[in-house]
């Protein structure tokens, strides 16, 4: 029996007549069963785009940006690999928020074209649509990492207080909560609580074979690659470029380099989503009486 590296084992090993291991692995969502991906309808749309709008994000900041329902937008890498933390809410209302855990549970541990950015109960519901990603090509690599997680966090600078005894100001968290501050006119204190679990966009991450600890990469993400989003409710995004630059090194420091991130903003042309409307929130009728 392999002892994990970073556990110790105290309980006998069953005999080996015991099955408990042996089991098939299910995969737990019946995701066939999700509204699916029409590639036709965003491509249709894609043919007649307008920008609108856009956003830089300064390097060890945060940026804030809007995204009508039934336009798109994109995060671009400018100028070096760079890692992008993204929050996403209800523009209309903060208490709907990208549902990181979900997201990972319904699609996988790192998101590509076709996955959904979903919303936190009760609403639960389609936020937004991956429909194009110029890393698509990574996949999965010979140490099963892959690009674009929904399994870390994000960087903050209170476990970053608890490992190094430093306090840090420039960790994807505090620029989060910055940049929703900043969006809506909040203080940092009512900014704080609505920053929640990201997608962390260009990260290359995974874990450990041995251990199963979460790891990091430098990111295969270079100037002019970028993921694009189709906004499938209205959109209140922020952005944080991660003080870990391309995460190949270190993070929550000032010793990595880092580059901006763009995000742009576009309208596709009247009368080019045929069909489509927003997404609308969950079904269930309520009330968890027993
Ligand atoms: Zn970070």
Same mark, same amino acid.
């Given at each position: 029996?392999?002892?994990?590296?970073?556990?110790?084992?105290?309980?006998?090993?069953?005999?080996?007549?015991?099955?408990?291991?042996?089991?098939?692995?299910?995969?737990?969502?019946?995701?066939?069963?999700?509204?699916?991906?029409?590639?036709?309808?965003?491509?249709?749309?894609?043919?007649?785009?307008?920008?609108?709008?856009?956003?830089?994000?300064?390097?060890?900041?945060?940026?804030?940006?809007?995204?009508?329902?039934?336009?798109?937008?994109?995060?671009?890498?400018?100028?070096?690999?760079?890692?992008?933390?993204?929050?996403?809410?209800?523009?209309?209302?903060?208490?709907?928020?990208?549902?990181?855990?979900?997201?990972?549970?319904?699609?996988?541990?790192?998101?590509?074209?076709?996955?959904?950015?979903?919303?936190?109960?009760?609403?639960?519901?389609?936020?937004?649509?991956?429909?194009?990603?110029?890393?698509?090509?990574?996949?999965?690599?010979? %140490?099963?990492?892959?690009? +674009?997680?929904?399994?870390? $966090?994000? !960087?903050? &600078?209170?476990?970053?207080?608890?490992? @190094?005894?430093?306090?840090?100001?420039?960790?994807?968290?505090?620029?989060?909560?910055?940049?929703?501050?900043?969006?809506?006119?909040?203080?940092?204190?009512?900014?704080?609580?609505?920053?929640?679990?990201?997608?962390?966009?260009?990260?290359?991450?995974?874990?450990?074979?041995?251990?199963?600890?979460?790891?990091?990469?430098?990111?295969?993400?270079?100037?002019?690659?970028?993921?694009?989003?189709?906004?499938?409710?209205?959109?209140?995004?922020?952005?944080?470029?991660?003080?870990?630059? %391309?995460?190949?090194?270190? +993070?929550?420091?000032?010793? $990595?380099? !880092?580059? &901006?991130?763009?995000?742009?903003?576009? @309208?596709?042309?009247?009368?080019?989503?045929?069909?489509?409307?927003?997404?609308?929130?969950?079904?269930?009728?309520?009330?968890?009486?027993?």
């Amino acid at each position: 029996m392999t002892k994990l590296a970073s556990r110790s084992i105290s309980t006998d090993v069953p005999a080996p007549s015991d099955d408990r291991r042996s089991k098939n692995p299910i995969v737990c969502y019946e995701v066939d069963h999700l509204p699916a991906f029409d590639a036709e309808l965003y491509q249709q749309a894609k043919e007649s785009l307008e920008k609108v709008d856009e956003v830089v994000v300064p390097p060890r900041d945060g940026g804030h940006f809007h995204v009508p329902a039934g336009h798109f937008f994109r995060i671009v890498s400018v100028e070096g690999p760079q890692v992008g933390d993204l929050n996403l809410w209800n523009a209309n209302d903060l208490n709907e928020r990208f549902f990181s855990g979900k997201t990972r549970q319904l699609h996988a541990s790192h998101l590509s074209t076709g996955d959904r950015l979903w919303s936190n109960m009760p609403y639960l519901r389609p936020m937004a649509t991956i429909t194009q990603d110029t890393l698509d090509w990574y996949g999965w690599d010979e %140490d099963g990492a892959g690009v +674009h997680d929904v399994i870390g $966090t994000r !960087c903050d &600078p209170y476990t970053n207080h608890m490992l @190094k005894n430093v306090d840090y100001n420039h960790c994807c968290h505090s620029n989060l909560t910055r940049a929703l501050a900043d969006a809506r006119g909040l203080s940092l204190d009512g900014a704080e609580p609505h920053v929640h679990d990201v997608m962390n966009v260009f990260m290359c991450t995974g874990f450990t074979r041995d251990t199963h600890q979460y790891f990091m990469k430098a990111s295969p993400v270079r100037p002019g690659d970028f993921i694009e989003f189709f906004a499938e409710i209205d959109l209140l995004g922020a952005l944080s470029t991660c003080p870990g630059g %391309d995460c190949g090194s270190s +993070h929550s420091d000032d010793k $990595t380099p !880092c580059y &901006p991130l763009l995000v742009e903003i576009f @309208k596709p042309a009247d009368g080019s989503l045929k069909g489509w409307s927003p997404a609308k929130r969950s079904g269930y009728a309520g009330g968890h009486k027993a």
